[in-house]
């Protein structure tokens, strides 16, 4: 039977993994060093708002991947062998695979900027950045936004939700002007 490795449980490697399921009985392990399940990263905000508990994030219930013979493993990839199909994990075990479905996701921009390593200065893409942002926001009035997109006034909101001032730096003339027209 064919081993399938996803590297990534976001939305792109378990929507691989179901519908692999779906069309076959391959052996299928999902592997992930940012949550040991799948949770909705869309709803980050809501947790930092108090509408909701991390819990809350699962789309699935905790039984539906042994019910589906699909193989979660909390660690992180270090290395790829491809020549003899094998994952090295930071935890030094090693997985082999038949086929490999890299699903990795994306990360926030950053450019470089003297002091991007400081206490204070981070992201807002994963679970360990919601965390951080939970830890390094406690007392602070004034907050700065880099960037004018989505995750920016995501951002925004979150910080108002708390009464923390918020100034937002915008390259261009209006909010998200790639994607909105003027009025929007
Ligand atoms: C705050 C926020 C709000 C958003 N809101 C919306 C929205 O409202 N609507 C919308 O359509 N989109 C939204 N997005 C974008 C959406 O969440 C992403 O497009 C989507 O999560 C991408 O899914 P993915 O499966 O490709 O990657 P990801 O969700 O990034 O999943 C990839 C996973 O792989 C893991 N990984 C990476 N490298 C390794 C490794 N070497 N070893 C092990 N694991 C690894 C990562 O830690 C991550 O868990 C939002 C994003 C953020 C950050």
Redesign the pocket.
């Known amino acids: 039977m064919k081993h399938v490795v996803i590297?990534?449980?976001?939305?792109?490697?378990?929507t691989a993994a179901r519908n692999i399921r779906k069309r076959s009985n391959f052996k299928i392990t999902v592997?992930?060093?940012?949550?040991p399940y799948f949770f909705s990263?869309?709803a980050?905000?809501y947790i930092y708002m108090g509408h909701m508990k991390f819990d809350h994030t699962k789309p699935y219930e905790d039984n539906f991947w042994s019910k589906n013979k699909i193989e979660l493993v909390f660690?992180?990839?270090?290395q790829i062998e491809t020549g003899s199909k094998v994952l090295h994990m930071r935890s030094e075990k090693s997985i082999q695979y038949d086929i490999l479905v890299i699903?990795?996701?994306?990360k926030p921009a950053f450019f470089n900027w003297p002091g991007q390593e400081l206490t204070g200065v981070q992201g807002?893409?994963?679970l360990q950045d919601l965390q951080r942002m939970e830890e390094q926001t406690k007392g602070v009035k004034h907050a700065v936004i880099v960037g004018g997109g989505?995750?920016g006034i995501?951002m925004a909101e979150m910080l108002r939700s708390r009464n923390i001032e918020v100034t937002m730096l915008v390259r261009e003339k209006e909010f998200w002007s790639n994607v909105l027209p003027r009025d929007g």
């Open positions: 590297i990534g449980n976001g939305i792109s490697g378990i592997i992930s060093s940012e949550s990263r869309t980050l905000m660690d992180h990839v270090e699903a990795v996701g994306s807002l893409y994963s989505l995750i995501e």
